[in-house]
């Protein structure tokens, strides 16, 4: 049996080149694969939660393993229906949301890890959603870097894209690279698995299920087509000439500057220089310059034209076609927006972006004609996202105690709303205001404050004075608060809140989550089943996996914490590997099995 890593390994040497695979169900009936899986999906917080059925990661064994494969085998293996429940947008209503079972997770990673490995290097550079090491920063530096003198953001949205996908569509897509029919068929299977909704069985003619490990690479294969479009006939129409024609008009005033410079008329010169610092050196008009940009994050993408809005608009209507006819997806009349990048802002991944204007303003030791900013890309924090972020801490305008929170200790009030604070500034970094984030900070450490005055009966000042630190940042000494934990024997654990500076950072890192594509050593957990060792009584025999959702949940320590858990508590692990009669005594409250030797 080959090592998973070497058949991933090949996948993606295969996808670089550009060459079409055959035979790759058959990788599905690699034990390797599973585990490989399996090390990645465990300790997801979904893998506790169940879907249609009771099953989750709690009880997984090398057994499900062999079923799964067995049932591969035979091409047997049918996807459950999802459990399809709601959360709430952001921008207000709900979005689906469906929940598989374990085993169709299993089998949804180890499909997911095929997949990626041979279409992730076939993947358009401009594509940054649900890619390792890509995610919104990624995106947005590439807007601030590379997009100067932009004229036109055009902002595109695709109307419920996961929704939306159209399974016949996506099969051919597939079917132009990946020559396995079987494969293809456990792809529709899934796609067409349905959902459960108050139990009742509910078709999926379109779409892919949002929650789904698979959903976000289907995603992007199929808006690859999407990327590819643009790439090769969009930027191609639309780009041309090296360089824009100069103004004649400025020209002329350098001419006239130059005359006077050499006639030693310093008045004449000064008064030249701030008339040119008022006339576009280039010719805005040029019909032969032109440049079109695009990057994407999922289903929002954005461009950026140099151009009239006559061709923008063209641009615009050329992309809804395209979408339309070739893959049945249409745009968003609300959300796709055409924008003048001076005057006005177009909103992408929370950031309004706009186009820098300003005469005046002159780079220091460059010349007086010299205006330094002009046709830069500047990254802002919305309004709406401040007053939005700062809502849940007040209360009739004013910051106010969050009384869901009094049951808590010190430590973890500070942690909490230091995460919260913590998360945004981060995600902000690229902004040049980011230091609005001010009016943040100070209402989310009222509120903090006065939270915990609440709960000692005690002042706000006094809990200032209590909890105020100072610590080294690479920008200096920074005053912060902070709240520790101390343990026995150990260092304490640290909370703090407002550590992190109010300072643009050019190069912030992403923060997407997306599990890296790399290969990694295999998982502890792993090793752990292969062992095949009960943890609990040391007999080697057929082992599962016992699992919490958190170590929270286990019974506190004293004479009356039960075996199972006290181990789990020392090993600071969420799971424990024993045998089916263990495992069986845990489940049903009963001492464990006596230990062997």
């Not at 132009?176 to 009742?200: C, P, Q, S, V």
């Not at 997306?514 to 943890?535: D, F, M, N, S």
Request: hydrophobic share 35%.
């Amino acid at each position: 049996m080959r090592n998973a890593e070497t058949v991933l390994g090949v996948l993606r040497e295969r996808g670089r080149r550009g060459l079409p695979v055959e035979r790759v169900y058959r990788q599905l009936f690699n034990p390797e694969l599973y585990l490989l899986a399996y090390g990645r999906i465990y300790s997801n917080q979904g893998a506790m939660t169940p879907g249609v059925t009771p099953e989750t990661a709690d009880g997984m064994s090398m057994g499900t393993i062999e079923s799964i494969i067995d049932a591969m085998r035979h091409e047997r293996y049918r996807f459950v229906p999802v459990r399809r429940t709601y959360i709430r947008k952001q921008s207000g209503g709900l979005r689906p949301l469906g929940l598989p079972t374990w085993s169709d997770k299993l089998v949804g990673e180890a499909v997911r890890l095929l997949l990626e490995a041979y279409y992730e290097p076939q993947f358009s550079d401009r594509s940054h959603g649900f890619r390792s090491g890509r995610g919104c920063h990624s995106a947005l530096r590439e807007v601030a870097n590379t997009w100067t003198g932009t004229t036109w953001f055009i902002e595109g949205d695709i109307s419920d894209c996961f929704g939306s996908l159209d399974h016949d569509i996506m099969i051919r897509i597939l079917s132009e690279k990946i020559h396995d029919n079987r494969f293809l068929r456990l792809i529709r299977n899934m796609l067409e698995a349905g959902y459960l909704e108050d139990w009742t069985w509910n078709a999926t003619l379109s779409g892919a299920p949002q929650g789904g490990v698979v959903s976000p690479i289907l995603s992007n294969i199929y808006l690859d087509k999407l990327d590819e479009f643009v790439d090769t006939v969009l930027i191609p129409d639309y780009t041309r000439g090296k360089h824009r024609a100069n103004n004649r008009a400025y020209r002329e005033m350098w001419n006239a500057l130059m005359r006077a410079r050499r006639r030693g008329d310093r008045a004449q010169v000064r008064a030249l220089r701030r008339r040119m610092r008022t006339v576009p050196s280039g010719d805005l008009n040029d019909p032969g310059y032109r440049r079109l940009r695009y990057t994407r994050y999922a289903d929002d993408h954005l461009l950026g034209f140099i151009g009239p809005k006559a061709e923008a608009e063209e641009i615009k209507d050329r992309l809804a076609a395209f979408l339309r006819e070739q893959l049945k997806l249409e745009l968003s009349a609300q959300k796709t927006l055409i924008t003048h990048a001076r005057t006005g802002a177009a909103r992408y991944l929370g950031y309004d972006i706009s186009v820098w204007h300003c005469d005046s303003k002159v780079t220091r030791g460059q010349r007086a004609t010299r205006r330094s900013i002009n046709g830069h890309i500047v990254l802002r924090v919305p309004d709406e996202v401040i007053k939005a972020k700062c809502a849940p801490y007040l209360r009739r305008g004013r910051p106010e105690r969050r009384p869901a929170l009094l049951n808590l200790d010190d430590y973890q009030i500070v942690q909490i709303y230091g995460a919260e604070y913590r998360g945004i500034v981060q995600y902000y970094l690229l902004a040049y205001d980011v230091w609005r984030l001010n009016r943040l900070r100070w209402t989310a450490e009222t509120s903090m404050l006065k939270t915990l005055a609440n709960k000692h009966r005690s002042t706000v000042s006094k809990m200032a004075a209590r909890h105020r630190a100072k610590i080294e940042t690479p920008n200096g000494l920074r005053r912060c608060f902070e709240a520790r934990r101390h343990r026995d024997g150990r260092q304490p654990l640290v909370a703090r809140f407002g550590e992190v500076p109010l300072v643009r950072q050019k190069d912030a890192m992403p923060v997407d989550r997306v599990p890296v594509q790399i290969t990694y050593p295999r998982k502890e957990l792993v090793h752990r089943l292969l062992a095949g060792r009960c943890e609990l009584c040391q007999r080697l025999d057929v082992v599962q996996v016992h699992q919490v959702r958190k170590l929270a949940d286990l019974a506190p320590s004293g004479p009356g914490q039960p075996e199972w858990s006290e181990v789990m508590t020392r090993m600071r692990r969420k799971t424990l590997v024993v045998c089916a009669s263990c495992h069986a005594l845990i489940h049903n409250g009963k001492p464990t099995a006596t230990r062997t030797a």
